[in-house]
């Protein structure tokens, strides 16, 4: 089945410690999201790429880059993660813009 | 900007009501609204999608409905089950290829 695969489902770092998370898709969608997502709270849209084209909100910390390397990979770098930054990271893709999105399980990031 | 209120929070139901969770939206300039569902620990499920054009969309006891000029939808759920028990997003598509979530709607269907 085509889907968004999310790896891993679990992921614990240390304060300031680099971390990549990792989205692949097999729908050949064009945009892919990444999402922060803390307990209790909406989904927060932290940047998305549609095809190579980057696009960052506003208030993503500088903190967190992503690249995305073909169409079927996206990757989350938090490069000194902060205790804040524990959260569910979300992958989500569409086929263009402003369509159904569709998403990964995500991954919940822990911070020791 | 786009905010997205969902209410009530939290809905507790016994088995084989029918209810109805409710999103609203401040800026009607929208492309489409999207209902998703999220189980625990879990990312979201894909719903139903109105466009911006339609007034409803179904899909089995799931019936969505979108009133664009007053900034509200509906998510109606017939014969509800212990199976349905999830928090219950809506998201909006804006202008630039924006997605703005509500907080979503808890809800607990008491077998």
């Known amino acids: 089945d085509a889907m968004v695969i999310q790896n891993p489902r679990y992921q614990v770092t240390q304060f300031g410690k680099p971390v990549t998370l990792s989205c692949s898709q097999t729908?050949?969608?064009?945009?892919m999201y990444w999402y922060q997502q803390k307990s209790s709270q909406a989904p927060k849209l932290l940047f998305h790429y549609y095809d190579k084209d980057f696009n960052n909100e506003a208030d993503t910390p500088d903190n967190f880059q992503s690249r995305r390397p073909n169409t079927s990979f996206c990757f989350l770098d938090i490069r000194s993660p902060g205790l804040g930054d524990a959260a569910m990271y979300l992958c989500?893709?569409?086929?263009?813009?402003?369509?159904?999105?569709?998403f990964g399980d995500g991954t919940r990031l822990s911070i020791l | 900007k786009q905010e997205v209120t969902q209410i009530p929070a939290a809905l507790s139901v016994p088995e084989g009501e029918n209810l109805v969770l409710n999103c609203s939206f401040t800026d009607s300039a929208i492309y489409n609204l999207q209902w998703f569902r999220q189980d625990p620990g879990k990312g979201l499920t894909s719903l139903l999608l109105i466009q911006s054009s339609q007034r409803e969309q179904t899909s089995g006891r799931l019936n969505a409905s979108l009133d664009k000029s007053s900034g509200r939808s509906t998510l109606y759920i017939a014969a509800s089950q212990p199976g349905d028990s999830a928090t219950y997003l809506c998201?909006?598509?804006?202008?630039?290829?924006?997605?703005?979530f509500g907080t979503g709607t808890s809800l607990t269907v008491i077998p």
């Open positions: 989500a893709t569409s086929r263009v813009a402003n369509q159904p999105q569709h």
């Open positions: 998201a909006v598509a804006s202008t630039g290829n924006q997605f703005y």
């Open positions: 729908l050949n969608h064009n945009v």
